[in-house]
């Protein structure tokens, strides 16, 4: 701000003004002196002239003042669906409006506010896109209530949850490595039978045996089992021979499945092997101990419409007819789901009838996903699976607790930092050392907010990460987590106590742009706002993004007691000047703009020096010369008695709230209003 004696003679803003100052010009000739004027309660044409063109920011009616119900609205944030929330410390409430001044009725659980019988008086809040809405108290908590939740209700609340492991693994192997009849196994004709190379039943390594293709390949290590004309005599003379698995334990898995290789020594095409309609290898499965047996593999010959000398291959249907995969002498892996059960017992039938009639198996596995144990949600055990890509939710007991259902639906603590967990994480926490948050702000991400610490031990900027603690099952059916705050330790201080660009002293307010660049107004040295940026490597550093010198928002002697800052979708900044009685606006770069609550007039030289204001609310900002004569431009406050915060909706209305008057007044830019001074939806 310049004085008199040391301002240019001629103004570096007289070209841009020119037009209306010599409009005024006239105007101030005819009439001597200008009186100060009171803003309108509504905006007419015919009664008040601006002098700022589409640069003018102007009152919009009526006022929303305390026939709302408010006493000290000291901080205001707006939601995406347009919802205007207003903290009021003395009302120990938070009003919520729509943008026509009307009071939302759905809203009363924010009225009179009490956590665990204890009164809250909200001195900030902010609201996020799931419609969590966050206020603090000075303290060193932050407090949550959910539109969503209260809007459907919540129908039951998750006593235990249990999780699944997302990578299969193996319960039980059979490879043949070492001989398991009567202990891992059995095995028909007394643990199997060889009566020669082309009559088996055995474990064997294919020594012993004849192979027509030569060599089995594919199998599992050395030994694998083989069969060829299974009816010899040398065995208990049944055309079919079995091998039945031990009973094998499922308890705490689910997706269970069979996995084995299986193959066939004779490679003939149709018409030119070996296999007829009397050969086969089954597979079957029994679960839970009982008797009966279920489909789950069949090898059959290959119905070329001759009964005999065709291949073996996988018979999809079951029929008795191979109709998949031929099988060869190279093993092939083939598998099958088993239900969930306790337990189940595999058996494998062969039945190869001559000699030449050769197949062989290896390698049998049963495979299935761990479950849990059932965990509390919230738990450290829910907390890890639930955050592990191992793990996903499974099964969920659910309870119609009202108690712990009133308690989520009415407002309640959503973080301590002066919980055990989150004080160990927290360096800066010693028992008489508490945080005293003065700010909150919501980070445009569902998992982490921010909030200024103002605490003179302190003084920084913190990130509070989330975690799920609850489960809970909407009225409309939707399952959902709820989460809770925490304090991650490599993330948790964003910026720390100092003097300089992008350090913190002080803090009073924060906010956060869209792409999350963090702004906070402080009322320490040196700067009083600033905007800090996530730089990612390492670690994360939050620089300023602002300097001085290069920015005038970082000039030292700018602001007055700024207790609020506030940024638009367009990255335009808003600062509650309080101490100078206007909301200065900068662009994107922080560079001023404009102000809203300050009138600029042109007035010749002897008004100015009648007037008795001279420096209160009225000040001299500058000098211009209009053809020959001199005249000063000044700036007439009065709009505000102390605006304490400040917010913009997303069509360019910005609310201030003015503590002091118990209202909160709106404002437009002229260029936003239509030809009758209305408001451009």
């Known amino acids: ?332 892996e083939f598998n099958f789901n088993i239900p969930d059960a306790s337990g189940v017992i595999i058996k494998i039938a062969v039945n190869m009838d001559e000699a030449k009639e050769e197949v062989a198996f290896d390698d049998l596995k049963i495979k299935g996903t761990e479950i849990s144990v059932p965990v509390a949600p919230g738990s450290v055990d829910c907390l890890e699976m639930d955050n592990s890509v191992d793990w996903t939710l499974y099964e969920v007991e659910w309870s119609s607790d009202n108690e712990a259902i009133d308690s989520l639906l009415n407002p309640h603590l959503f973080f301590n930092a002066g919980s055990y967990t989150d004080s160990i994480a927290d360096h800066y926490f010693t028992t008489s050392k508490f945080s005293q948050f003065s700010g909150i702000s919501t980070s445009g991400d569902d998992n982490f907010i921010y909030v200024a610490d103002e605490y003179e031990y302190h003084n920084r900027i913190v990130r509070v990460d989330f975690k799920r603690s609850h489960l809970i099952k909407l009225g409309n059916g939707i399952d959902i987590w709820i989460q809770k705050g925490f304090f991650e330790g490599s993330k948790l201080n964003v910026a720390g106590l100092g003097t300089g660009a992008g350090t913190v002293n002080d803090p009073v307010a924060i906010d956060v742009d869209n792409d999350g660049n963090i702004y906070y107004a402080q009322l320490g040295d040196f700067f009083s706002i600033h905007k800090i940026r996530e730089v990612t490597g390492d670690f994360a550093t939050y620089p300023s993004v602002y300097q001085l010198g290069q920015n005038e928002i970082m000039e030292l002697e700018r602001f007055d007691d700024p207790l609020d800052v506030a940024v638009d979708k367009d990255q335009f900044i808003y600062v509650a000047n309080t101490g100078a009685q206007e909301i200065q606006v900068f662009n994107s770069y922080g560079n001023l703009s404009n102000k809203v609550g300050v009138e600029d007039r042109i007035i010749d030289i002897p008004t100015w020096e009648s007037w008795a204001v001279q420096g209160t609310d009225t000040l001299l900002i500058d000098t211009l010369f209009i053809e020959g004569n001199e005249f000063y431009m000044i700036e007439i406050k009065g709009a505000f008695d102390s605006p304490r915060a400040v917010a913009v909706d997303d069509n360019g209305v910005v609310y201030i709230c003015d503590t002091p008057s118990s209202s909160i007044l709106r404002y437009r830019l002229s260029n936003q209003l239509n030809e009758d001074l209305n408001p451009i939806p």
């Not at 060193?140 to 492991?165: C, K």
Request: charged letters at 20%; aromatic letters at 12%.
């Open 1 to 332: 701000m310049s004085k008199p004696e040391t301002m240019k003679p001629v103004s570096r803003k007289s070209i841009v003004l020119l037009p209306a100052c010599v409009f005024l010009l006239c105007f101030l000739v005819s009439s001597g002196c200008i009186e100060k004027m009171e803003l309108p309660s509504e905006i007419y044409t015919d009664e008040t002239e601006f002098s700022a063109g589409d640069t003018t920011y102007l009152p919009l009616s009526p006022i929303w003042d305390d026939s709302y119900g408010f006493q000290t609205p000291i901080e205001i944030s707006i939601a995406k669906d347009g919802h205007i929330f207003v903290a009021d410390p003395a009302a120990n409430s938070i009003f919520v409006l729509k943008q026509d001044g009307s009071i939302l009725s759905e809203f009363q659980d924010l009225r009179n506010i009490s956590v665990d019988e204890n009164t809250i008086s909200p001195i900030d809040v902010d609201v996020d896109q799931k419609m969590n809405i966050f206020f603090i108290d000075g303290s060193q908590r932050v407090y949550r209530w959910n539109q969503i939740w209260n809007d459907f209700g919540i129908d039951s609340i998750a006593t235990t949850v249990t999780f699944v492991n997302t990578t299969s693994e193996i319960i039980y192997e059979e490879s043949f490595e070492t001989d398991g009849h009567n202990f891992r196994y059995s095995a028909s004709s007394n643990g199997g039978f060889y009566n020669a190379i082309n009559g088996y039943f055995i474990r064997t390594d294919g020594l012993n045996i004849s192979i027509q293709e030569g060599a089995y390949s594919g199998n599992d290590n050395l030994y694998y089992w083989a069969a060829e004309d299974t009816d010899d005599s040398s065995g208990d003379q049944n055309d079919e021979q079995t091998i039945v698995l031990n009973s094998i334990d499922l308890t705490g898995y689910t997706n269970i499945q069979f996995f084995g290789l299986f193959g066939a020594g004779n490679e003939g095409g149709p018409g030119e092997s070996v296999y007829d309609d009397n050969d086969y290898i089954k597979v079957f499965y029994s679960v839970d101990g009982g008797n009966t047996y279920e489909n789950g593999l069949w090898f059959c010959y290959v119905n070329n419409g001759d009964p005999d000398d065709e291949p073996i291959a996988l018979d999809t249907e079951f029929d008795g007819n191979g109709d998949g995969t031929i099988l060869g002498s190279n093993l092939q």
